[in-house]
């Protein structure tokens, strides 16, 4: 075709970046990758390799090392020889090093690119604009908070060795959040990229190298599903960060709940993009192209949900079709495609059945008769309408280029339908009203909420989900805390496990006094136990001081009932809840004397003493903290206003610890409620009656009806039920190492939050280990609103 | 092959097809020149503009398509047919506007285009554009060249001399020869929310304009909010504008591609709701062959081909010529070019 042709066509042509260099470095390792361990390349100990290849052409790039439990072994002892070695350094020769890996990933930004976009398929407009630089700026921030780490986390402690796992659709940039955080918090990490995309990992390995990066610090080993899992129970790793599927976290979460590993989860999402009437369309059809069909939509917080208002949604779907006709599908390498490669067969195979099962299920499919190349992996963007709740389509991760379509009346139906589904990654909320966005970005139950903007991401701002997207954040302060422990916490003894009941008839107490009763504590009121049974409560020295009522799980069901209808308390001030709490203080004072002297029955006289002093303590501390516990505004680089907020976590069931029965209840459920959660708690199983003087105190301070609900009874059952209970949102710990298990096992559910004491003691009258930002962290989750302004 | 000779279609039918939504809608085969409309203040109020999202998508513009080799000689030469050379100093003279109409009949050097495989082309700009005083000069001169001359006038650039007077200017440029009108509007209704004023204003231009062929300059530099930009371009729109034009050149800020993109798509909407096609011109601080390029995919991808052309798609610039000129050469010859090699306008 001549130019004049051209002239008159005005179609573009072919614009491919140059893969050259790229190639050479490949031919340079001989298209042979071993593992990165100990700053050198390992042949793997099985002698097996796979493939990786190019998914739009189908093509080899490279012969990858299949890792073995043989070959995590030797990183992980790599790593930990590396570890004392790494945290003597001073935190500025830390910083120093993770800037020169800014600035040597920045060096060599394009063939990081090129190399990206050859082994996963994604345009490299993405790989060269978005995923690269933010992979520098990723290193570059955290080069910063390696130097501040003394000043800005004091009476912290890195987690050791950390065991990483990343996903395909954003190789390079995961490995940088995953990798930045962590050295940055003086930890050594062995990370196993995923088995699709091994490529710019390695080249990150020569990196670390080329920097002087001492060895073992960073390991890296490639392979599939067996290598990661090989890694999760690896019994010398002391910490497990994975993003992925959602089946793969629960898995995770099972795996290491008989070890200390501290685990962070990054899953999946079915993310709700809100657009009303009042929107600016154009910009919200573009926002859709950058939220469903960037990376083939092939993220996690993708929007793949279009919640539309009823008014605009036929003109918005024109909007949309329209817009879908005018994307280029092709090379990933040319410069001009809006969307490249599937980044296996496996997964296009997967996006064709959901799309026909959508269809099949009642949803019409539109498609632009966009030209596809003839070979390779490629799905042409997609648009299904007609879409209900209930339809797959709108509730199973797609993971592909295709936007369920739905609408709603008002702004309340908006959020109810954007908050039903079990996720909580990210959403998009599109109005002009500021009223409206905000008021829907508060009310959405995801880590982040971009207003009238879509995917993006800063390191000083953290990303990470609610639910069952996951738990812990990633970029920002939040993200760092999952790499760091309060140094007393690692060293805190193991908590003895109380001595077997002896079978001996208790010795009768005195029965001069009225028979008191005391009943569970379930939604403000005084509750029976479903059971119809008491249980004896039997003081140390054998005598009788009571019985206690034996809840069951219908009590823990009726208890979770009440905790949610209590929802009103997370929507009441900080400064109402803080006065409830000194209310509380108050009202213990008022009856300090005879809950000491109840107390003193279990424990000696002076220890009841000290407990309530301690208890009425910790209430003020906690009245104090209720309107204190900010969030941040970070500063990405850009026009926004970027607001880090700690909202509560939800419901959360907590397992208190059998000594301290009133300190060490408080110490839990204050935190909790003090930010607005409701909690289902399950008191000292050693001394329950504690019930009946806490809701005496509760009900005497105008604490709303179901904000915290008791039921004893036996703490293993009702720990299960709880732990299990799918509308619980958390489930803290606080007993012997047994329980601790059981509650990490039996969140994996619905993968609530988990926050134990890992079996540990803790000194209740402690402050600094029984009280402050630590348990508040547990009680809250940041989310994160992008609000970008300017007129 | 001249690149002057596609004729407008002519006027169809209008019948409109309601969406559910009370817009009217129209196929969107339809491509009818634009008569305007009556003044619909309704969809001047509802409009929404999001600045944020809008500059987002105007920075990946360019990102995202890209056009190399021969599709970039192509475009370029697209670009140059596209073109309105201007000049509009204070120190005009009659021998630079002569200069001017020369370079505008051969615009790229015709060793450069024979190498290229057009020669065949007849290359040259759509239009040049000048003050009312040079109008007679250049009509002469580009006399039997198919270069349209414009001129601009209404008080250019402020638009703020009386109104009659600014009629009066219209009809004395067009007595002179001018075949296209570059008329300013009164930037004060827009802040004012005078829409019947702007509207009045604009709709008088275009009466006087006749059949002549108009362009609004909306100075957008002034407007000084996307929302402004968008709103003026529909009333200007709907009172018969055949073009939309971003600024006099004379801001301080002129032809950024936000606001292009926000202009786009002002006229998009118009088309597909009164199915009438409105041209759209930048002006000022166009100075290279990649914003060229830039602004043919934001048209390209906004609007699409039947926009891609000097009937509804110009350049007001002049500096840009040259350096198109230098890529061409350098296609041509695989050697990079110096600007002293090419005749200056």
């Known amino acids: 075709m001549s130019i004049l042709e051209k002239f008159e066509t005005m179609e573009y042509g072919p614009a491919l970046e140059d893969s050259k260099e790229a190639l050479v470095w490949l031919d340079q390792h001989k298209r042979e990758f071993g593992h990165f361990i100990n700053n050198e390349w390992v042949k793997p100990s099985s002698g097996e390799y796979?493939?990786?290849?190019?998914?739009?052409?189908?093509?080899?790039?490279?012969?990858?090392?299949?890792?073995?439990?043989?070959?995590?072994?030797?990183?992980?002892?790599?790593?930990?020889?590396?570890?004392?070695?790494?945290?003597?350094?001073?935190?500025?020769?830390?910083?120093?090093?993770?800037?020169?890996?800014?600035?040597?990933?920045?060096?060599?930004?394009?063939?990081?690119?090129?190399?990206?976009?050859?082994d996963n398929g994604k345009p490299i407009r993405e790989s060269r604009d978005i995923d690269i630089p933010l992979v520098a700026r990723h290193f570059y921030h955290h080069a910063g908070w390696a130097q501040l780490l003394p000043q800005e986390f004091p009476g912290h402690t890195a987690c050791g060795v950390v065991g990483q796992i990343i996903p395909w659709n954003f190789p390079l940039l995961m490995l940088a959040w995953k990798i930045a955080p962590a050295l940055a918090t003086g930890n050594t990490v062995v990370l196993k990229p995923a088995e699709f995309t091994p490529l710019t990992a390695l080249a990150f390995a020569e990196i670390c190298r080329q920097v002087g990066l001492p060895a073992g610090v960073v390991n890296i080993v490639t392979g599939d599903g067996r290598t990661g899992e090989a890694l999760v129970n690896h019994p010398d790793v002391d910490k497990i960060a994975f993003t992925g599927s959602t089946e793969v976290g629960r898995l995770i979460r099972k795996a290491t709940a008989k070890s200390h590993k501290k685990i962070s989860l990054e899953l999946g999402g079915k993310s709700p993009f809100i657009i009303f009437d009042d929107a600016d369309l154009d910009s919200a059809v573009e926002g859709l192209v950058d939220g469903i069909w960037f990376n083939q939509g092939q993220v996690c917080c993708a929007g793949s949900?279009?919640?539309?208002?009823?008014?605009?949604?036929?003109?918005?779907?024109?909007?949309?079709?329209?817009?879908?006709?005018?994307l280029r599908v092709g090379a990933p390498l040319d410069k001009a495609i809006d969307m490249g490669a599937i980044v296996a067969?496996?997964?296009?195979?997967?996006?064709?059945?959901?799309?026909?099962?959508?269809?099949?299920?009642?949803?019409?499919?539109?498609?632009?008769?966009?030209?596809?190349?003839?070979?390779?992996?490629?799905?042409?963007?997609?648009?299904?309408?007609?879409?209900?709740?209930?339809?797959?389509?709108?509730?199973?991760?797609?993971?592909?280029?295709?936007?369920?379509?739905?609408?709603?009346?008002?702004?309340?139906?908006?959020?109810e339908l954007a908050n039903n589904t079990a996720y909580g990654l990210a959403a998009?909320?599109?109005?002009?009203?500021?009223?409206?966005?905000?008021?829907?970005?508060?009310?959405?139950?995801?880590?982040?909420?971009?207003?009238?903007?879509?995917?993006?991401?800063?390191?000083?701002?953290?990303?990470?989900?609610?639910?069952?997207?996951?738990?812990?954040?990633e970029g920002g302060r939040e993200g760092l805390e999952e790499y760091l422990e309060p140094e007393w916490f690692k060293r805190a003894p193991v908590v003895k496990v109380s001595a077997a009941k002896s079978d001996a008839e208790p010795k009768t107490g005195d029965s001069a006094a009225i028979d008191r009763t005391v009943k569970l504590y379930i939604g403000g009121k005084q509750a029976r136990p479903d059971s119809g049974y008491s249980y004896s409560v039997v003081s140390?020295?054998?005598?009788?001081?009571?019985?206690?009522?034996?809840?069951?799980?219908?009590?823990?069901?009726?208890?979770?009932?009440?905790?949610?209808?209590?929802?009103?308390?997370?929507?009441?001030?900080?400064?109402?809840?803080?006065?409830?709490?000194?209310?509380?203080?108050?009202?213990?004072?008022?009856?300090?004397?005879?809950?000491?002297?109840?107390?003193?029955?279990?424990?000696?006289?002076?220890?009841?003493?000290?407990?309530?002093?301690?208890?009425?303590?910790?209430?003020?501390?906690?009245?104090?903290?209720?309107?204190?516990?900010?969030?941040?505004?970070?500063?990405?680089?850009?026009?926004?206003?970027?607001?880090?907020?700690?909202?509560p976590v939800g419901t959360i069931g907590i397992a208190c610890p059998d000594d301290a029965p009133l300190l060490g209840f408080l110490s839990l459920v204050l935190p909790a409620i003090a930010l607005g959660n409701a909690v289902v708690a399950i008191p000292s199983e050693r001394y329950p009656l504690i019930i009946g003087d806490l809701y005496q105190v509760f009900d005497t301070s105008d604490l709303p009806a179901g904000v915290v609900n008791i039921v004893s009874g036996r703490t293993s059952e009702l720990l299960k039920t709880l732990a299990e209970h799918d509308d619980i949102d958390a489930i803290w710990c606080f007993r012997d190492e047994a329980s601790s298990q059981a509650a990490k096992t039996l969140s994996a559910g619905n993968l609530k939050q988990v926050f134990t004491n890992e079996g540990r003691a803790i000194d209740w009258f402690d402050s600094a280990q029984g009280e402050g930002r630590w348990f508040l962290r547990h009680a809250s989750q940041v989310k994160n609103i992008w609000v970008p302004y300017g007129e | 092959m001249s690149v002057n000779d596609s004729v407008r279609p002519?006027?169809?039918?209008?019948?409109?097809?309601?969406?559910?939504?009370?817009?009217?809608?129209?196929?969107?085969?339809?491509?009818?020149?634009?008569?305007?409309?009556?003044?619909?203040?309704?969809?001047?109020?509802?409009?929404?503009?999001?600045?944020?999202?809008?500059?987002?998508?105007?920075?990946?513009?360019?990102?995202?398509?890209?056009?190399?080799?021969?599709?970039?000689?192509?475009?370029?030469?697209?670009?140059?047919?596209?073109?309105?050379?201007?000049?509009?100093?204070?120190?005009?003279?009659?021998?630079?506007?002569?200069?001017?109409?020369?370079?505008?009949?051969?615009?790229?050097?015709h060793e450069v285009l024979e190498k290229l495989g057009a020669g065949s082309l007849e290359l040259k700009v759509a239009a040049v554009c000048v003050y009312h005083r040079f109008v007679e000069t250049a009509v002469r001169a580009l006399?039997?060249?198919?270069?349209?001359?414009?001129?601009?006038?209404?008080?250019?650039?402020?638009?703020?001399?009386?109104?009659?007077?600014?009629?009066?200017?219209?009809?004395?440029?067009?007595?002179?020869?001018?075949?296209?009108?570059?008329?300013?509007?009164?930037?004060?209704?827009?802040?004012?929310?005078?829409?019947?004023?702007?509207?009045?204003?604009?709709?008088?231009f275009k009466e006087a304009c006749g059949k002549v062929h108009m362009k609004a300059i909306l100075g957008t530099g002034d407007l000084v909010t996307?929302?402004?930009?968008?709103?003026?371009?529909?009333?200007?729109?709907?009172?018969?504008?055949?073009?939309?034009?971003?600024?006099?050149?004379?801001?301080?800020?002129?032809?950024?591609?936000?606001?292009?993109?926000?202009?786009?798509?002002?006229?998009?909407?118009?088309?597909?709701?009164?199915?009438?096609?409105?041209?759209?011109?930048?002006?000022?601080?166009?100075?290279?062959?990649?914003?060229?390029?830039?602004?043919?995919?934001?048209?390209?991808?906004?609007?699409?081909?039947?926009?891609?052309?000097a009937n509804y798609f110009r350049f007001g610039a002049s500096g840009m010529l040259g350096d198109i000129e230098r890529q061409l050469e350098f296609h041509a010859t695989g050697r990079y070019s110096a600007d002293y090699r090419h005749a200056i306008a």
Not at chain 1, 454 to 472: I, P, V
């Open chain 1, 345 to 415: 067969p496996v997964q296009l195979e997967r996006i064709r059945k959901l799309v026909d099962q959508g269809v099949a299920e009642g949803a019409t499919c539109h498609q632009p008769e966009t030209a596809l190349p003839d070979k390779g992996l490629f799905f042409p963007p997609t648009l299904l309408v007609n879409v209900h709740p209930t339809s797959t389509v709108a509730q199973q991760e797609i993971f592909g280029p295709v936007l369920s379509a739905m609408t709603f009346r008002t702004l309340r139906e908006a959020v």
């Open chain 1, 540 to 647: 140390p020295k054998g005598v009788l001081l009571g019985e206690a009522p034996l809840g069951n799980r219908k009590d823990i069901r009726n208890a979770v009932e009440a905790a949610r209808k209590a929802e009103g308390w997370a929507k009441a001030t900080a400064h109402n809840r803080a006065q409830v709490l000194y209310y509380m203080a108050e009202n213990l004072s008022q009856r300090a004397g005879e809950i000491t002297r109840n107390l003193a029955q279990f424990e000696s006289a002076k220890s009841a003493e000290q407990e309530v002093e301690a208890s009425i303590q910790r209430i003020f501390a906690y009245a104090a903290w209720a309107d204190k516990f900010d969030g941040a505004v970070h500063a990405p680089p850009m026009r926004n206003v970027s607001l880090a907020m700690n909202e």
């Open chain 2, 10 to 109: 002519a006027a169809g039918s209008s019948i409109y097809s309601a969406n559910g939504n009370g817009h009217p809608r129209r196929a969107e085969s339809e491509h009818l020149p634009n008569r305007g409309t009556a003044l619909d203040l309704d969809w001047v109020e509802d409009v929404a503009v999001n600045t944020s999202a809008v500059e987002r998508r105007a920075q990946t513009l360019g990102t995202r398509r890209t056009v190399k080799k021969d599709w970039q000689c192509a475009w370029l030469l697209r670009a140059i047919s596209c073109m309105d050379l201007t000049t509009l100093s204070g120190d005009d003279s009659d021998q630079r506007v002569l200069r001017l109409c020369a370079k505008a009949k051969r615009p790229v050097h």
């Open chain 1, 305 to 326: 949900r279009l919640l539309m208002q009823e008014s605009i949604a036929e003109r918005l779907v024109e909007k949309i079709r329209a817009r879908m006709s005018k």
């Open chain 2, 226 to 309: 996307l929302r402004n930009v968008y709103r003026a371009s529909l009333v200007a729109m709907m009172a018969g504008a055949d073009f939309i034009k971003t600024s006099t050149g004379k801001e301080t800020v002129n032809a950024t591609l936000p606001v292009g993109l926000v202009m786009v798509r002002a006229i998009r909407e118009y088309h597909e709701r009164t199915g009438m096609m409105v041209g759209f011109k930048p002006a000022g601080g166009i100075r290279t062959a990649k914003q060229s390029l830039e602004w043919l995919s934001l048209i390209k991808e906004e609007l699409g081909n039947d926009w891609l052309n």
């Open chain 2, 143 to 204: 006399e039997g060249s198919g270069i349209n001359v414009a001129a601009v006038s209404t008080g250019f650039p402020a638009g703020l001399s009386p109104i009659e007077e600014r009629i009066q200017e219209i009809k004395r440029s067009i007595d002179a020869g001018a075949q296209e009108i570059d008329i300013v509007i009164t930037r004060s209704h827009v802040f004012g929310a005078k829409w019947n004023e702007l509207y009045d204003e604009v709709a008088s």
């Open chain 1, 50 to 118: 796979f493939d990786t290849n190019d998914p739009s052409t189908a093509d080899r790039l490279a012969k990858i090392a299949q890792g073995s439990a043989e070959d995590i072994n030797e990183a992980v002892k790599a790593a930990r020889a590396a570890l004392s070695g790494w945290q003597k350094l001073t935190p500025h020769a830390r910083a120093r090093y993770l800037y020169a890996l800014a600035r040597q990933v920045q060096k060599h930004s394009r063939r990081l690119a090129v190399l990206e976009t050859l």
């Open chain 1, 428 to 473: 998009s909320v599109w109005s002009e009203n500021i009223n409206v966005a905000l008021q829907v970005a508060s009310q959405i139950k995801s880590g982040v909420v971009w207003v009238n903007s879509t995917n993006l991401f800063d390191a000083a701002c953290g990303f990470g989900g609610y639910r069952e997207s996951g738990y812990g954040r």
